[in-house]
């Protein structure tokens, strides 16, 4: 018997089936228009929150808009220490006005100041060294040596008696040869002491020589250079304001260690001028000089106008500097860095990113 063809009839209805539907498709046209329901669900308005993104687009006005940040005059001041160490102190909080000098930190320096204590010790030993050297012997001194040069004189005189003495007697055969030889020994060793007594009046008499004062001094500038040196290296444990101004943050707290080449001590600035650098497109460049009347706004700050005028253009042109919260914003724009000084400032505080607003040249 044969079997009945059930798989090609399934292979034929497969095919019936998708052209029929490739017919209707084509028949329909495109289908791009999107349906009624769809277009009256994305025509709806939303109600507005009150909470406005972090940065606001740029408004559409004649002006030449930019994204800015708040700055002090001439910018923030990063302020670091010289050496790394422990930090003993902070004298300053943030919010206060130091001048130029002022000490913010200090580092702890025990093995610096006994260092210095020692090395002021040398110092003071060399001066009095120097001084004495200079001077030359004390009158009490020069007696002295006056008085032990008659005194070995004397004796030098007795022991050349004894021995003219005892060459007679042993001629005569009353003296031993032991005796004289010791007569003789004896002659010879107060002559010897004689000279150098005599050696040391005179040089107590003609006072000191000039190589000796050369030589103390040199001593003496020597101590001073490490006392200098060591005086230095304590010094470098404080650490002073660079400048006059607002301390605007503090990164360390008393005990921690501070490390050079990471995160400064502070951050200061002269808040008593208030400035916005904001990004220009290279679009708008022609359109930008110094004098410009200009304002800034800001989110924080709403309705409020910030006048000021420009004071600094760029000479270079260079990557943008504030970027917004827009996830479409293109960051390979090229901008030139204006700068606006403030007129009003109340209320701003450096770091605050704000929209400049510059009126065009024409």
Do not use: C
Not at 48 to 72: F, K, M, Q, Y
Not at 354 to 362: A, K, L, M
Request: glycine share 8%; hydrophobic share 45%.
């Amino acid at each position: 018997m044969k079997k009945f063809p059930w798989k090609s009839l399934v292979a034929v209805a497969v095919a019936i089936v998708l052209l029929v539907t490739v017919v209707r498709t084509v028949l329909a046209g495109p289908q791009n228009s999107p349906n009624a329901k769809d277009v009256q669900s994305a025509a709806r308005t939303l109600p507005a929150t009150g909470v406005g993104d972090e940065r606001a687009a740029l408004d559409l006005t004649n002006h030449v808009a930019g994204n800015g940040i708040v700055e002090p005059a001439d910018r923030e001041v990063k302020v670091a220490g010289q050496v790394p160490g422990r930090i003993a102190r902070i004298v300053v909080k943030e919010g206060d006005h130091v001048e130029a000098g002022d000490v913010i930190a200090e580092l702890e320096g025990a093995f610096e100041r006994a260092a210095l204590a020692a090395a002021e010790g040398d110092l003071e030993s060399a001066q009095a060294e120097l001084l004495r050297t200079s001077r030359g012997m004390r009158r009490e001194d020069i007696d002295a040596a006056v008085a032990d040069a008659e005194g070995a004189r004397a004796k030098a005189t007795l022991s050349h008696d004894a021995l003219e003495r005892t060459e007679k007697l042993a001629k005569g055969g009353a003296a031993t040869p032991d005796e004289l030889d010791r007569a003789r020994r004896q002659a010879d060793v107060d002559q010897r002491a004689l000279e150098s007594v005599e050696a040391k009046k005179k040089a107590a008499l003609a006072g000191s020589r000039s190589e000796d004062i050369a030589q103390a001094r040199a001593k003496m500038l020597g101590a001073a250079a490490r006392r200098d040196q060591a005086k230095a290296q304590l010094d470098r444990l404080t650490i002073r304001a660079p400048i006059g101004g607002e301390i605007l943050s503090l990164k360390f707290r008393a005990g921690e260690y501070y490390a050079t080449g990471g995160d400064p001590l502070a951050i200061m600035g002269d808040t008593r001028v208030l400035r916005v650098r904001m990004d220009v497109d290279e679009r708008d460049v022609a359109r930008v000089a110094v004098g410009a009347p200009a304002f800034a706004t800001s989110t924080a700050f709403p309705g409020r106008r910030f006048a000021g005028k420009v004071v600094e253009v760029g000479k270079r042109m260079g990557r943008k500097n504030v970027r917004t919260d827009d996830p479409v914003e293109r960051i390979d724009t090229k901008i030139l860095e204006v700068v606006v000084q403030l007129d009003d400032r109340q209320g701003l505080v450096p770091g605050l990113r704000v929209v400049g607003y510059v009126e065009p040249q024409r």
